[in-house]
């Protein structure tokens, strides 16, 4: 069964910084696309980054590109996601995913789920 648990949450003030773990098991990690996704009060889950099993394939939403940064560590089976120059708007919940797909940046071309993690962008 594959468990999927997001860490590095919280609040932090507009322009902070923030890096995001997901820390797999279950599955042998390296065959896998990972991905992130967010979720604010009242939206839709919303593709934030995305990063294939080698790591040379990596896709942003627009919202997030040149700001955040999508990364893994396969000996950790833990990926990452670096977010700087938060805004507001970047305040969601964020979800780690796992896919089968090759390249994926649809919520249902993702398997399996995280509980998510709470980033709240304030002052």
């Known amino acids: 069964q594959v468990h999927l648990v997001e860490s590095g949450g919280g609040l932090v003030q507009p322009g902070g910084s923030l890096r995001l773990s997901c820390a797999a098991s279950?599955?042998?990690?390296?065959?896998?696309?990972m991905g992130w996704f967010r979720q604010a009060p009242g939206k839709e889950r919303q593709f934030v980054a995305a990063i294939n099993w080698s790591g040379d394939n990596i896709d942003y939403a627009d919202s997030v590109n040149g700001r955040f940064s999508i990364s893994r560590d396969s000996a950790q089976s833990t990926v990452y996601l670096q977010m700087n120059r938060l805004k507001p708007e970047d305040t969601a919940v964020y979800y780690c995913?796992?896919?089968?797909?090759?390249?994926?940046?649809?919520?249902?071309?993702?398997?399996?789920w995280g509980q998510g993690t709470q980033v709240t962008v304030s002052s």
């Open positions: 279950g599955l042998t990690f390296s065959r896998y696309t």
């Open positions: 995913a796992q896919s089968a797909f090759t390249r994926a940046t649809r919520a249902r071309d993702f398997g399996s």
